[in-house]
């Protein structure tokens, strides 16, 4: 198949480590998967690993072919982040794909699961708070506007994260004008991007924001 991108792939892990998810799945859709990588929470507090990832998409741009963000859990945060703020510029990223992809710091029903275990205080140096300009900074919802196409794909039954963080992403996105694709379906956390129905939903948004292959 015709290239017809570059997807920029950010892996997950909490902010913490390395997941196994690389993205290579995605390839036979007409993408050029590169990877991303960023320094972990015990290295480097946020925005750290958001100017790692800037970074990386600077190498992975292509003359002529459009540059994606994509990435599950941490990456996905950090993919939404890279898409709607841009790498250099706010609308310089052609789209979003971010499979369950923790996105508020300061979601209740998170913060109840992972009171003993919580990765956003790793990530910030500090328990999330509302007041805090950290926090509001690591808040995906923070950065909309920019009106770039994103793809959210959760499993109903993910204890990690909880599903409604993208229910109400897709919601805060549509009401900001961002072109959104959600997809909620079976299945708990790191699903496999190869699925039938994830590979469906995928391509569809993918025929919605490149050229055909």
Do not use: K
Request: no cysteine; glycine share 10%.
């Amino acid at each position: 198949m015709t290239e017809r991108g570059v997807l920029l792939w950010i892996h997950g892990g909490g902010w913490r480590a390395r997941s196994a998810e690389d993205g290579a799945a995605l390839a036979p859709l007409g993408l050029r998967v590169v990877a991303a990588t960023y320094r972990f929470a015990a290295e480097a507090r946020w925005p750290a690993q958001f100017d790692d990832v800037r970074e990386a998409a600077r190498t992975a741009r292509a003359d002529g072919l459009p540059l994606l963000v994509g990435g599950d859990s941490a990456g996905g945060m950090l993919a939404l982040h890279l898409a709607l703020r841009g790498v250099d510029r706010p609308g310089d990223v052609a789209a979003a794909l971010a499979y369950w992809p923790p996105v508020d710091p300061l979601d209740p029903e998170f913060r109840r699961r992972r009171a003993h275990d919580d990765p956003w205080t790793d990530l910030l140096g500090h328990p999330p708070a509302a007041a805090d300009p950290a926090t509001v900074d690591a808040t995906v919802a923070t950065h909309l506007g920019a009106g770039v196409p994103v793809l959210l794909v959760h499993g109903q039954e993910d204890a990690a994260v909880p599903a409604g963080q993208s229910v109400d992403l897709a919601r805060r996105l549509l009401a900001a004008g961002h072109p959104t694709h959600a997809w909620l379906t079976h299945g708990g956390h790191a699903l496999d991007l190869a699925r039938p129905d994830i590979r469906a939903v995928t391509a569809a948004f993918l025929d919605t924001v490149l050229p055909p292959g």
